[in-house]
């Protein structure tokens, strides 16, 4: 075959969004050779996308605050099907986290005292969110991408993995392809972190972009790792419906958190009619107490009064949006109407300044003046890789994620402002247990040439190719598929139909032909991912056809309750020679010493 | 302590290694350790005109032109005429302080116009203006140059001479305390039989209205941006960092129309010199509204 | 490396209906897109089906999905966030996602060609590495002795406009001592001094990078004509802001005479 070149890295971190940075940091700081890779240039990653905060149990601003509140909300807002222990870590090490990264140089918003400030979100119990404005994200990536930097770490920029090797069972490196020239790479690592984010891409409307491919969860499966509870898709409630292009464009949660109010297109506030009974006693009663409650949070003081009902869970906003639209309330261009325009002018400009020229911008809207129109937008996948939660290593010797990437954490539902933060505690994890196994891993693991060789031919074939469609059809289809079959609600017969769909999709996705050379070529590039969010949407689909209940993101109209022996379980997916294997597995017990943070609490677990 | 001898930059930047000169740099140049030509683009030596912006790029330059060449002429003019600069209780801003040796050949003008003139060809907005319209450098964003060989900036002299715009901004303070004196004097009126009545002419509005522009202008400045709180890392942290706050927040504020000032003042700097100089010469006939006296109706003749 | 000139052809999409032919039912923009590589290229223009409040991002990958697969274009968020996109429209440096077609006349053809400044790759896609190599070089953050990190909000107000850059190097592409004259090693571009301002004056940072930004950042090399300023989406004011600032904190301590010779006396 052609010539390629090599690289050698104790730690191989894939994806430079902000678990992957964090990873990396951790890595170099333990002395082993960290080498990072990314599919866009650096700093591009999604993670600039972040914009509500960083979810951290530093009780500045609500002194009540602590990890304990912390661990509870993100329980309850994964229905319990997180797993307790990195539901426990997460609560417990983010506020170090945070702190680390303004010593690092971050500059969040400041209280009165000189201290971060915090921001409402949904299903937290006390002003939690860390943030800079409405670009968390951008202020996250730019501190860890300079300590990247600084540290001397190679950056592989604009470079695809496309397959992890092992050597008996363990990792032993990685090929990637170069998209700006099309020649192959190949890593030669003891240890790889993934940490490439979601599969956003497999749906049309999505506030993803196209790295979001589920690149990491199929190299991870390709190589023999288990994924876990991905029938777990969060639709974010708010993203832009119009105009047409920018579909789809997240709507940041915190202009909600700033006291953002929505209504259906006959003016009704219906946030009150879909909030869980169980949880109804945690918001405002009526207009007055949310309206008290805005001016409390625009006036930086403590109150008593409970938060708006816009601050539920994404998972029941985005239902309840998605309902009110379905049953003829929606606006002109099908959402409904989120109003922030009653607060002052400046205030929202200061706040939320990014949203502001968004819908300036973008859809000739001044959300201070008037309403966006938003709807439910494809945006997190809570599943992924099984991970342990102490160490982030998943089920193959060698092999860590991270971030999105992995699952765990959020159970059948992510809160807001929970993902920051898990990309920073668990980031750390995994970079510093895969700089730990490189250290104490003996020799030095073999890569086999003809595997090398295969890869190479694979990724090409579609060039040799005289016949075939488009990826973008094929992609196009895809999207199409799992926007109406494996969308916000699911039923038994479109999962199944989508199943078949997603099967003829893969075949086509087979033969697809690309054109051009292999010089910085976006039709090949695509058919190549296309694989990957094929075999992620079919774990998503078979998941969601065991889950015969609605838990958390994952509502079956058929199965509209929750099952109590269903939320014992996990569904893992897993490779069995060319087919996908789907397992129950159970989720661990939490200990008794957590059990009662929710017996103080008077709620039920479960 | 000099920064350049005790930077730990390179410490800090890990494994990296000092920036060195890079091969092609010439010495005594900055260097940012990028081997020269290394990344050129098609932009490369492009020269004027060559631009494929399709709207009219070339309209402000040229408006920026006319406009300072014909403001400029004027001001050249006047300041060399060495007289009709005075006219009773006005005086053109162009000769004020008002110093005339014996020795001095020439127009007194010019003994103190290089202050003001220093201000405004160092300020950090002229400049902007003048490396367009009169320099092509570039003369609009994303077009060609008119000289796009041997470029540097503001390295080498004369342009190296920009640094020192605060300190010509020093002397525009002392000036401006003049120019004040100016207008209050503007409002008093010398009456034939002696004393003072004080009223309002056409040149006290002509003076008042300039040296407002002026000072607008002056305390815009981003020297003096800098000077009063600009340089602070962290007002909180330091002495008096409140009041440094607000000065440097005003002044932000005025800053932020630097340009319009600029171009204000020099139209109302040149009018205020024409005014005076057309009514001493007579062309046209001042007017004056006494305010001293409550029986003296107004449109009274000045003098 | 071979030349990949690619010439309006049919897709083997299904919507390959010919050019016009889409006509009579929608609106249609013209694009005259750069397709070509390092060894040279041309325009080739191609008709795009216009929806309401489509940008020029839009249209791009409509002709990638339609008409021509292999065209090269860098894109993440969409959304103005990452900048990514970065282009020069019709000869203006702009982010392709932000660029509306409806802003352009109907009948006029918009073209869409690759950053001037930096060396072609393919299409629309320059290589912007340079970038990467002088960030590398930049003092990092270090917190000063004795930072307790307690500060206002006013105290970073200031500094967050710096922060809010999204590294779209569109002020790279404007600025002409990079464009023009090539001085990317003596010059570190309007993207780098927002970056040290942010740094700079950061409440906590303890690191003077005055002799970097005069001797390796090349800041005596700008002349502060603010095309910068002018392009940047996320409006940063990049001149005023930062760039004059910094050349005042350079004057403080290499042009200043009286501040060199107090400092002469005084030993500090």
Redesign the interface.
């Known amino acids: 075959m052609e010539k390629y070149e090599t690289h050698e890295h104790d730690v191989l971190v894939i994806g430079a969004g902000g678990a992957g940075l964090r990873a990396t940091i951790e890595a170099a700081h333990q002395g082993v050779s960290v080498g990072l890779v990314c599919k ?5 990653a ?1 993670t ?2 972040a914009e509500g905060g960083v979810a951290a149990a530093l009780a500045h601003v609500d002194p009540q605050d602590g990890w304990e509140t912390h661990f509870r909300d993100t329980m309850k807002g994964g229905s319990f099907l997180n797993h307790w222990r990195m539901a426990q870590i997460h609560a417990q090490e983010s506020p170090d986290r945070v ?1 680390e990264l ?4 971050a ?1 969040f ?2 209280t009165q ?3 971060i ?1 915090q921001r409402a979100f949904g299903g937290h119990t006390w002003k939690r969110l860390a943030h ?2 409405d ?1 968390t994200g ?2 996250m990536i ?1 501190t860890l991408q ?2 990247v ?4 770490v190679p ?1 592989y ?1 604009e470079c695809t993995i496309t397959r992890l090797f092992t050597e008996g069972g363990r990792i032993a490196g990685a090929m990637a392809y170069w998209r ?1 020239s099309g020649r192959f790479v190949v890593f030669r690592a003891k240890a790889v972190v993934i940490a490439t984010g979601g599969v956003g891409k497999s749906y049309k409307v999505t506030s993803n ?3 979001y491919s589920g690149d990491g969860q199929t190299l991870a499966y390709e190589a023999g790792a288990e994924l876990i509870d991905l029938e777990f898709v969060q639709f974010h409630p708010t993203g832009m419906v ?5 579909m789809g ?2 709507v940041t949660e915190g202009v909600r958190g700033e006291g953002g109010i929505l209504r259906n297109a006959k003016g009704e506030r219906f946030m009150w009619k879909y909030l869980p009974e169980a949880r109804r006693h945690e918001y405002a009663v009526d207009e007055d107490e949310a309206r008290r409650w805005v001016e409390a949070a625009v006036e930086n003081r403590q109150t008593d009064d409970k938060r708006p009902p816009e601050l539920s869970t994404r998972d029941n906003v985005a239902r309840a949006i998605y309902t009110e639209v379905r049953e003829g309330r929606g606006t002109p261009h099908g959402g409904a109407y989120l109003d922030i325009s009653y607060l002052p002018a400046e205030r929202v400009q200061r706040k939320l300044p ?1 949203m502001y ?2 819908f300036m ?4 809207v001044d959300i201070t003046q008037q309403p966006m129109e938003v709807g439910p937008t494809m945006h997190y996948m809570m599943g992924g890789i099984r991970v342990d939660p102490d160490t982030a290593s998943s089920t193959v010797p060698g092999l860590y994620a991270a971030g999105e990437a992995a699952a765990g954490l959020h159970g059948a539902n992510r809160l807001g402002g929970n993902s920051l933060s898990d990309l920073l505690v668990f980031g750390r994890r995994a970079g510093l247990s895969a700089a730990q196994y490189a250290k104490a891993l003996a020799s030095n693991p073999r890569l086999d040439e003809r595997e090398i060789e295969r890869e190479a031919g694979e990724t090409l074939a579609p060039f040799e190719r005289t016949s ?6 094929v992609h ?1 289809d895809l999207q199409t598929c799992m926007d109406r079959h494996v969308g916000i609600f699911r039923v038994q017969e479109d999962l199944e139909l989508g199943l078949k769909t997603l099967a003829t999709l893969k075949e086509r996705a087979r033969k697809v ?5 292999r ?6 590039h ?1 058919a190549r991912d296309l694989a990957n969010m094929i075999t992620v949407s079919e774990g998503i689909t078979r998941g969601a056809l065991l889950r015969k209940e609605s838990r958390g993101a994952h509502s079956r109209l058929d199965h509209p309750s929750m099952d109590p022996a269903l939320g014992k379980v996990n569904f893992c997916v897993s490779r069995a020679g060319e087919e996908m294997k789907v397992a129950a597995t159970p989720l661990p017990e939490m200990p008794a010493e957590l059990r009662y943070l929710f017996e103080m609490a008077k709620e039920k677990v479960g | 302590m000099n920064p350049h001898s005790d930077r730990s930059w390179a410490g ?5 290694a000092a920036p060195s000169a890079s091969p092609g740099a010439l010495p005594g140049l900055p260097s940012t350790g990028v081997p020269a030509g290394s990344f050129r683009g098609r932009g490369f030596g492009e020269r004027l005109g060559a631009t494929e912006r399709e709207d009219a790029w070339w309209a402000q330059p040229l408006a920026q032109a006319i406009g300072l060449g014909l403001l400029g002429l004027y001001a050249t003019w006047a300041a060399f005429q060495g007289n009709h600069y005075e006219f009773g209780n006005y005086l053109s801003p162009f000769y004020s302080p008002l110093f005339k040796p014996s020795w001095w050949p020439i127009s007194p003008a010019i003994l103190i116009l290089w202050a003001p003139l220093g201000f405004r060809a160092t300020c950090y907005y002229y400049r902007k203006a003048y490396y367009r319209a009169f320099f092509g450098d570039p003369a609009a964003c994303a077009v060609g140059e008119i000289k796009s060989k041997g470029y540097c900036g503001e390295l080498k002299f004369p342009f190296v001479l920009q640094n020192l715009h605060r300190y010509f901004m020093y002397l525009a303070l002392v000036i401006l305390v003049i120019l004040w004196y100016d207008v209050i004097r503007s409002f008093a009126f010398a009456q034939p039989n002696g004393g003072f009545r004080i009223g309002i002419g056409g040149g006290t509005l002509a003076l008042l209205f300039n040296t407002t522009l002026l000072s607008l202008y002056t305390f815009s400045c981003h020297s003096l941006r800098h000077l009063v709180g600009g340089k602070l890392d962290c007002f ?1 942290c330091v002495a008096a960092g409140g009041p440094r706050l607000k000065a440097w927040s005003a002044v932000s504020v005025l800053n932020g129309h630097h340009m319009g000032f600029a171009w204000w003042s020099l139209f109302s700097v040149c009018f205020a010199d024409l005014y005076v100089r057309l009514c001493s010469m007579g062309v046209i006939h001042d007017g004056v509204i006494y305010l001293s006296s409550l029986f003296d109706t107004a449109g009274g003749t000045g003098l | ?2 030349q ?1 000139m ?1 010439e309006s052809r049919p ?4 919507a390959q209906a010919p050019a016009g032919e889409g006509q009579a039912r929608s609106r249609e923009a013209v694009l005259r897109v750069f397709r070509g ?1 390092a060894s040279g290229g041309s325009e080739v223009e191609y008709r795009v089906p216009v ?5 020029v991002l ?1 249209a791009i990958h409509w002709i ?3 008409r021509a ?16 996109c970065s282009a020069e429209v019709n000869g203006k440096p702009s982010l392709m996602c ?1 660029t ?1 077609l409806d802003h352009f006349a109907q009948d006029r053809t918009i073209s869409v060609r690759p950053m001037k400044t930096f060396p072609i ?3 629309l ?1 320059t ?3 340079w970038n ?1 190599e002088v ?2 070089r930049i003092p ?2 270090k ?1 000063r002795p004795g930072a307790d ?5 006013s ?2 107000d200031r ?2 406009e710096f ?2 850059c ?2 779209c190097f569109l002020c790279q592409d404007v600025c002409h001592v990079l464009r023009t004259h090539e001085l990317k090693h003596q010059f570190a571009g309007p993207r780098f001094f927002v970056r040290i301002a942010g ?1 700079e004056m ?1 409440p ?2 303890g690191e003077d990078r005055s002799g970097f930004l005069k001797d390796h950042a090349g800041i005596g090399l700008c002349n502060i004509t603010k095309c910068c300023t002018e392009v940047c989406p996320e ?1 940063i004011t990049i001149t005023d802001n930062a760039i004059i600032p910094l050349k005042e904190r350079v004057v403080d301590w290499f042009y200043d005479p009286l501040r060199m010779v107090w400092r002469k006396l005084t030993g500090r």
């Open positions: 866009s240039l650096l700093g591009k999604h600039v996308m702190r303004e010593h690092w140089g500059l918003d400041r005292d000189g201290r400030l800079v404005g670009r951008l202020e730019r300079d300590q930097v600084h540290l001397g950056v920029m700006e972009s196209w790295e119009w105009p047409p292009g920018v464009l997240l990014s020229h968004q911008e973008l859809a000739d075939g469609e488009s990826p973008y059809d196009r032909r690309v054109e051009g050379t010089l910085y070529n976006p039709g090949w695509l | 800090g930047a890990g494994t990296l909180s | 490396m071979t990949t690619v897709g083997t999409a299904t590589d929806a309401p409040g489509m940008v839009d990638q999905a339609h697969p292999d065209l090269a274009v860098r894109w993440n968020c969409k959304a103005a966030k990452c900048g990514s932000k509306r790759i393919k299409d896609v290589d912007v590495s990467y960030n590398k990092p953050f917190p990190w307690r500060w206002q909000q105290d970073v500094v967050q922060r809010k999204i590294e740094l950061h906590m940072d409006s």
